[in-house]
C-alpha cells in the first residue's frame, strides 16, 4: 500500500479519535463538586461506561517498589517539526502534528497524532505529582494506541523550555485552532531522544470514553519548564485538567532497565 495512502488514512482516526475523546455532544469536565466531574463520567453516556466500570483505567500512580524490573528496548522517537497546529478544544492545549512522526516501542512502531497537556500531572509517581505531564498520543497500523508519557518539572534556575515557548505564544485562550507560523523542536520536548528507563502498563485513555487497551509508556526522566510557563499552561486549562489516578486491579507495572 502506497506510504502516502496509509498516513493519510492515520490522520483521518486521528480525526476521528479526537472528534469522540473530545466530543461537543456530551458535556464532561474535571470539576467534581459538579455533576460532569470524573466521578461522574461513567453515567453521563452510555458510551462513556468503562469511566466508571472499567478495571484497566488510567492514569495511576506508580509504587516504588512494586513495578516488575524488565529488559525492555528503548523508546526510539523519530518526530518531525512540520505541519504543526496548536488547539484549546475546551479541555486541553493540544498540538496537532502531519503524518510522518513515529516510535518505535516494545509493542511496535507507532506514528504520533497529536500531544497535549495536563496540569498537573496525570500520573504520580509515590502520590506525588509533578508540575504538567505531556501526553504523545499515537496509533499503529492496526487501530491501537500508545501514548507516551513525560513529566515536565520546574526548572531551578528558571530557565524556559523554547519548544513550550512556541506552543504557549500560539495556543488559542478560547476554544479554537491556530496554525503555527514557526516549527517546533518536538525533541525539546522529550527527556532524550531514546528513552531507556520508563513505566509500561496497559490501560486507557484518560478522558472519556476512556477505551481501554492503551498502551502506556511514562518516562522515568523529567523535562523541565520556568515556573511562569508552568503556571501560565495551567491558566489556558483552568488550573485543573487532570483525572483522579485510578486502580491497578492486578495489572502488571513493568519498570525497563538497559536491554544491552
Known amino acids: 500500500m502506497n506510504k502516502n495512502i496509509i498516513r493519510t488514512g492515520l490522520m483521518s482516526l486521528a480525526i476521528a479519535m479526537s472528534a469522540t475523546v473530545f466530543s461537543a455532544e456530551v458535556h464532561w469536565d474535571y470539576d467534581d463538586t459538579g455533576t460532569a466531574g470524573p466521578s461522574n463520567w ?11 466500570t472499567g478495571q484497566a483505567q488510567s492514569p495511576i500512580n506508580f509504587i516504588s517498589g512494586t513495578e516488575v524490573t524488565a529488559e525492555l528496548k528503548k523508546l ?8 504543526l497546529n496548536v488547539q484549546n478544544n475546551g479541555h486541553t492545549i493540544q498540538v496537532n502534528v502531519a503524518p510522518g512522526s513515529t516510535i518505535k516501542t516494545p509493542t511496535g512502531k507507532y506514528a504520533l497524532l497529536q500531544y497535549h497537556f495536563h496540569f498537573k500531572s496525570e500520573h504520580t509517581v509515590d502520590g506525588v505529582h509533578a508540575g504538567l505531564e505531556a501526553h504523545f498520543v499515537h496509533m499503529n497500523k492496526k487501530g491501537k494506541l500508545g501514548v507516551l508519557g513525560v513529566f515536565v518539572e520546574e526548572d531551578p534556575e528558571g530557565k524556559e523550555n523554547e519548544a513550550l515557548k512556541t506552543i504557549l505564544e500560539n495556543a488559542p485562550h478560547d476554544i479554537a485552532k491556530n496554525t503555527l507560523t514557526e516549527e517546533i523542536d518536538v525533541e525539546a520536548l522529550l527527556p532524550d531522544e531514546k528513552i531507556e528507563h520508563f513505566w509500561h502498563y496497559t490501560g486507557s485513555l484518560t478522558t472519556p470514553p476512556c477505551s481501554e487497551g492503551v498502551k502506556w509508556y511514562v ?10 510557563q508552568i503556571e501560565e499552561m495551567a491558566a489556558l486549562v483552568h488550573h485543573k485538567n487532570n483525572r483522579p489516578t485510578q486502580a491497578i486491579n492486578g495489572r502488571v ?8
Open 42 to 52: 461513567g453515567n453521563l453516556s452510555p458510551d462513556f461506561a468503562l469511566c466508571g
Open 76 to 83: 526510539k522517537t523519530d518526530y518531525d517539526s512540520d505541519g
Open 219 to 228: 518516562a522515568q526522566k523529567h523535562i523541565y519548564a520556568s515556573a511562569e
Open 253 to 260: 507495572i513493568l519498570s525497563s532497565q538497559d536491554d544491552d
